[in-house]
Each structure stands twice: as structure tokens, then as C-alpha cells.
């Protein structure tokens, strides 16, 4: 497209190495463009010119950027442009793609951003001087999206969106002031039945994939060797296990097969006997059971946020007034220090499991942040990798059950204990998208709620991914003897 060229071949002599611009004096963006060389996969998809372009890849590779750039110079070479910058949620915009774009594209000190200066957090677009206009906007939030035509959009972490959303988006291209009409998105790559990978392979949309060679921060094109930044990133994804070292580490659409957890006594079972300091805050889980066992979780956290199950109910036709009545025995008589929540499932609200439980322990429960299921296994997946400090950051004390086995459970050969049920949690092979096989997984959930608890209020591992675009805590392992000439 001869148009898109114009854009692109302008775009270029800004990037290319050592051509500077002359600027117009009446430019009042001139010397505030970003400079920025863009390299294999990435150069590849900031160029693509196909009507859907997705950049695929490992986070860090610079998919973002490279979209940021079209964002930018979409806004900047035609006055009057309208481009949205998208995700799932608003919210999620915040500290992961509009950090780049602040920091990394407009830098700090950029006339857009001095002109009229408001919070990342609640700031709606982004002016540009000849018209043009930068807005973000989560699909949550639909309205704003909907009311308004686009010349770009650009969708992050797309994988996030359904098929409807992006259609949605699709239809309100319009043909304005950018002479071509296109929708720009990113992603890690998740399981090859997701319907984005789908539509690539059917052709609708370019997918460009991106390495972690691409981007000169983590690898040094001049000498062929990866950057300090790089060998320690790499060292830090390369810790992970199974499809998930695949994705995010190769890029590769492989399908979550086999265990959900990489549980491994030798790393996350401590003695028996062992106990947590009485000072470090208790999180307790509840997942309650019907026919099915319930579970109640007892986790210390430290001051790093890792968790660690000191004490644990593992048990069939257990009423809810019994187990409040334990549960207030532990904290009366010392044995347990009071927690500084109980965060419990919701399905059985109309049965009035929760009120019984209050009635009898005198605790009060939390209601758990079931809404994102995939997001809450991610993290507790993360939680299992051994990090940089050679530590995972979930433990299970090994014996903490509070009372002898459930015969009804051992009898039935089912898991009577949180460990024995993490090793038998797997992945549905016959599911199109991730989803682990739901029987015996009452623990699992459980543990899954605790940790979102945690990581919303506690700190340590916050929500969403920690394998995004933050690399910001520099790990000192070395890379793992397997990755080096990878
Ligand atoms: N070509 C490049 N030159 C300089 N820095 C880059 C380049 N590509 C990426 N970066 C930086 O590397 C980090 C990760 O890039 P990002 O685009 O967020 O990766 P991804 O979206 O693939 O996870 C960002 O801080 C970004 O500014
Ligand atoms: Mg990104």
C-alpha cells in the first residue's frame, strides 16, 4: 500500500540508524520522537502491512514497542488520526503497556505529556499537536470504544479477547484521516486451539513472531551475545516447566498438557513438625465441600510473600458449624494465631455454610476473587517455579493435616490430603482451551484463592503475570548451563 509506505519509509529514516531528522521549526514535537532499532521479528511486524498483524512471542521481545511505535507515528504523521490502544481491562493498560509508552516512547519531559499532565492510571487519550488522538480503553468498559471510529487499533495481550471482541473492534475501523485501516495486537502464544491462533493459520491474520534475539536490550547483534539483561531474564523464564517453558520461553502454541502444578517434594515439602513464625500474617483457605471433601487451608506468608500451608482439613460430611467450632478451638487455645483472612468459594452461599461457620468460630469470612480462573492458576503455577534465589515461593508442610485420613476418601483411592491431590491435577486433553480436569480439585482451589488474597493484599507476587514486561528485580542466577547458545 503506497500510503502505508509514505508512513513507513518516514518512520524508518527516524529509526534508522544515524539519520536525524531535520526538524521544522514550527514542529512543536521535533526532537521529542522517539529513536528506537527494531530488529528481526519485530522489525518484521512494525512493518507488516496485512489488514490484522499479530506479534507473537515470549514476553520481552518487544511486541509492545514495536506497536507503540505504530501507535505513535500513525497519531504523528496523519493530523486528525484516531487510534485506540485496547485491552481486556482498563485497568490492566495501566502498568504494563502504558508504562512503555510513557517511559520508553514519549519519554519523560514530552510536550504530550507536560501539556496536559494526568495520572497514567486515570488518563483517557493522549492529544497529539496536529489533532491526532492516542486513547485507551479496556473492553470492560465498552462504551467508549463503540462510540467512536478508528483509524488503529491496537489490541495488547490479545489472547485476553474473545473472538466477538475482536470482531467488534474490526467493525469500527473507519476510513478517515489514515489512508489504510488496521488493527495491530500482541500476545504470548497460549494453546493452539485458541481461535486467534486459528484465524492466523487461516489467514485472516499475520502472525509475525518474535524472539527474544530482537530485542537489543536482552541481545547484542554486534558481538552475537545476549546482554547481562538478557542472560538474566532468560535465566528467570528458563526456571519454568512444561508448556508453559515452551510459550513463553520459545514462543512455541503448544497445548498445557499433564500436571498444572510442578509439584516436587524435594523442593516444596519441608519436614514434618516444621512450623512458621508466629509473627508472619495466616491466610486461610476454604473450599466448601457437599458430597465432595472440604478443605480448609491454614497458610503462613512471609515478608516476601511466599506461602507456606502449615495446617490443613481434608474431609468428607463435615458440617460447616463443626468445622467453625475447631477452627475457633485453634485460635482460643493458641495453637493457631487469628488470621488475617478466610477466604472462601461462593457456590454455596444459598446453603448457608458460610453463616454457620461464622456463627460457630466467631470469624468472618471473604468472599474469594473467583473471576479469573486462568489468571489465578497462572499464578500459582509461577509460585512453584524455583527463582532466582534457588526458592520456590509455596511450601506444604509435610503431615500438616489436622486429623487422621478420611477413610471414606482413602478407601475410595482419592486424595485425602492437599499434596496428593496437587499431584493428580492435570490438564483436560480433551478441552480446546486450558483447562484442568475439575475432580479432586478442592485443594487446588482452595490453594488458588489464597493466593490471589495474597497477592492483591499482602504484596510479594502480585496479580497478573509475573512474566510480563517486568524484569525490574535483576535475579543473580546464573543461566542455566541448558539455555547458554540457545
Ligand atoms: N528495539 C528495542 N530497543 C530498545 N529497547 C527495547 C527494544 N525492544 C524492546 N525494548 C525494551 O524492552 C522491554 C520489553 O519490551 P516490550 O515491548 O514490553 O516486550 P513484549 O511486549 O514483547 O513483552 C521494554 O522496556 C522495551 O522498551
Ligand atoms: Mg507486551
Redesign the pocket.
Known amino acids: 500500500m503506497a500510503s502505508s509506505g509514505r508512513l513507513i519509509r518516514h518512520a524508518r529514516r527516524l529509526l534508522g540508524s544515524g539519520a536525524t531528522p531535520i526538524p521544522l521549526r514550527s514542529d512543536p514535537l521535533a526532537g521529542h520522537d522517539p529513536h ?4 528481526g521479528g ?1 522489525a518484521a511486524g512494525f512493518n507488516a502491512s496485512a489488514d490484522e498483524v499479530l506479534l507473537a ?1 515470549p ?8 506497536n507503540l511505535l505504530r501507535v505513535y507515528w500513525t497519531a504523528r504523521t496523519y493530523p486528525g488520526a484516531r487510534v485506540l490502544i485496547a485491552r481486556k481491562t482498563r485497568e490492566s493498560l495501566t502498568e504494563s503497556v502504558l508504562v ?1 509508552w510513557e517511559r ?1 516512547v514519549l519519554g519523560p519531559g514530552h510536550p504530550i505529556l507536560t501539556t496536559r499532565p494526568i495520572l497514567r492510571r486515570v488518563r483517557q487519550s493522549y492529544a497529539f499537536p496536529n489533532g491526532s488522538a492516542v486513547v485507551v480503553g479496556g473492553l470492560d468498559k465498552p462504551d467508549k470504544i463503540l462510540s467512536s471510529e478508528w483509524d488503529l487499533v491496537y489490541v495488547a495481550e490479545a489472547t485476553e479477547l474473545g473472538l466477538v471482541d475482536w470482531e467488534t473492534l474490526g467493525g469500527r475501523l473507519r476510513s478517515g484521516a489514515v489512508p489504510y485501516q488496521r488493527v495491530v495486537a ?1 500476545c504470548n502464544p497460549t494453546t493452539p486451539h485458541h481461535w486467534l491462533y486459528k484465524r492466523c493459520r487461516a489467514g485472516v491474520c499475520a502472525l509475525v513472531p ?1 524472539t527474544h534475539q530482537d ?3 536482552f541481545y547484542d547483534r554486534a558481538v552475537g551475545r545476549w546482554t547481562p539483561d538478557g542472560e538474566r531474564y532468560l535465566a528467570r523464564l528458563g526456571l519454568m516447566t512444561g508448556a508453559r517453558r515452551d510459550r513463553f520461553l520459545k514462543g512455541l502454541w503448544v497445548a498445557a498438557e499433564g500436571v498444572v502444578y510442578a509439584y516436587d517434594a524435594a523442593v516444596h515439602l519441608l519436614p514434618a513438625g516444621w512450623e512458621a513464625p508466629r509473627e508472619w500474617p495466616r491466610v486461610w483457605g476454604i473450599d466448601w465441600g457437599k458430597t465432595a471433601p472440604t478443605v480448609l487451608g491454614v497458610w503462613a506468608v512471609d515478608s516476601e510473600g511466599r506461602m507456606y500451608l502449615v495446617r490443613e482439613v481434608y474431609q468428607t460430611r463435615l458440617r460447616p458449624d463443626v468445622l467453625g467450632r475447631r477452627a475457633k478451638g485453634w485460635v482460643e487455645s493458641g495453637a493457631e494465631p487469628p488470621p488475617r483472612a478466610i477466604v472462601c468459594d461462593h457456590d454455596t452461599l444459598r446453603l448457608g455454610f458460610q453463616e454457620q461457620f461464622e456463627a460457630a468460630s466467631g470469624l468472618s469470612l471473604t468472599l474469594a476473587d473467583k473471576a479469573d480462573r486462568d489468571k489465578g492458576i497462572e499464578e500459582c503455577q509461577a509460585r512453584f517455579d524455583v527463582q532466582d534465589d534457588g526458592k520456590p515461593r509455596i511450601f506444604f508442610a509435610d503431615g500438616c493435616r489436622d486429623h487422621e485420613a478420611d477413610r471414606t476418601l482413602v478407601d475410595a483411592g482419592r486424595p485425602a490430603a492437599g499434596v496428593e491431590e496437587l499431584v493428580g491435577y492435570v490438564w483436560d486433553a480433551d478441552s480446546l482451551r486450558d483447562e484442568p480436569v475439575a475432580e479432586n480439585d478442592h485443594f487446588c482451589d482452595e490453594m488458588r484463592y489464597v493466593a490471589r488474597w495474597v497477592g492483591q493484599n499482602l504484596g510479594g507476587l502480585a496479580g497478573g503475570n509475573p512474566y ?2 517486568d524484569y525490574s528485580a535483576a535475579p543473580d542466577a546464573r543461566l542455566p548451563a541448558a539455555l547458554r547458545g540457545w
Open positions: 528506537f532499532d527494531l530488529f519485530v512471542g514476553a520481552g521481545t518487544g511486541k509492545t514497542l514495536a512503555t520508553d500482541d518474535t530485542n537489543p536490550r510480563g514486561a
